[in-house]
């Protein structure tokens, strides 16, 4: 993350010096606690984002496709932005020449990858609620795949350009060498890329979430669907079985996006706070000389981009009542039940009805969450109930 920060590093050479400079032993005991505990975390949490969803049926929704593109590019975040930075406090770069481009390259696919794996969960989100009728045909398992593919290519042939920036420094003390990860030319050189990185995988995707999830607050919260009427649940209870089903089944449905829709947006919150001060150390640095390059800020800036990359599982885990059973099963290690097909209603919307797979005690220990709602309502309520 040097490159990121704005510190101009110099080009490849060997200079003899004095001694050779050391962080304070405090920098260097802050940093590797810290760095192994949220990394630590964040990497099993993302692990188990990835198995859980890969290894249960009825977890592999359009949704959860892109909340496992987000892990995974987290996890590449963790992994090469965050344990190479104990090696850096602690002594000099250690991983050659080869490493610094790889390891640079791997930082901005993951951190890029993982701006627009949630912007293309919000899209999503938005099309699956707001156009609901739209979303059976658009929002499909098949679809997410290709729509994840297409972001992974595009973002890794966007960050080739950094195998020809940087390159490794040698600098020669009385006491020792130490190799440094850096610029390959002049910091000002690097102005243009920096401030594309900060449009179109900061400004953009975050624009882009605060309109979209605006439009669904609407939907959601703002104006009651025609669904859910006091007096048409009322009058279930005289109707029949029938009609008593397809409010409660319609009641979940909206329940269980607004509980989607919520952890969703927490994810977002939380990329663009934990992002916001190195986006604006990038920015600043841009324009002072020389750049502001407070250690302890710095340190700062780095955690709160390890935390981001490490504090979604926590998320779906405290916000998410499926993900929470599947992150409990998989560490229980428990075998899987066989699931007996429950029988399905008449198609509905996207949002409702969407899966009908569960067995009655998973069903009712999920039913807020999103696509896996009760039974649709019968087609002659459809008109009543809505999407």
Known sequence: MENGSGAALGGSGNQSLGRMPRQPLELQ??????????????????????????????????????????????????????????????????????????????QYLGINTSAWSIAAFTVERYIAICHAIKAQLLCTVSRAKRIIASLWLFTSLYCLVWFFLVDTTQVTFSDGAQVTCGYRVSRSLYLPIYFLDFAVFYVIPLGLATVLYGLIARILFMSPLPATPQHSCLASVHQGS??????????????????????????VVLFALLWLPYRT????????????????????????????????????NLMSQKFRAAFRKLYKCEEKRPEPPAPCAAPAPYSVGRDCSHDSSEHNGTQQEDLHSLPAPAKKNKQILGP
């Open 29 to 106: 005991v802050v940093t590797i606690l810290l760095v192994l505990l949220i990394c630590g975390v964040g990497i099993a949490g993302n692990a188990m984002v990835v198995l859980v969803v890969l290894r249960t049926k009825h977890m592999v929704t359009p949704t959860n496709c892109y909340l496992v593109s987000l892990a995974v590019a987290d996890l590449i975040v963790l992994l090469a932005a965050g344990l190479p930075n104990i090696s850096e406090v602690v002594a000099s770069w250690v991983y050659g020449y080869a490493g610094c481009l790889c390891i640079t390259y791997l």
């Open 242 to 267: 029938s009609l008593g089903l397809s409010c409660r089944a319609n009641k979940g449905a909206l329940s269980s996006r607004k509980q989607v829709t919520k952890m969703l947006a927490v994810v």
């Open 281 to 316: 150390l990038v920015v600043v640095n841009s324009f002072m000389d020389p750049p502001y390059l407070n250690t302890w800020f710095l340190l700062f800036c780095r955690m709160c981009i390890y935390l981001n990359s490490a504090i979604n599982p926590i998320i779906y």
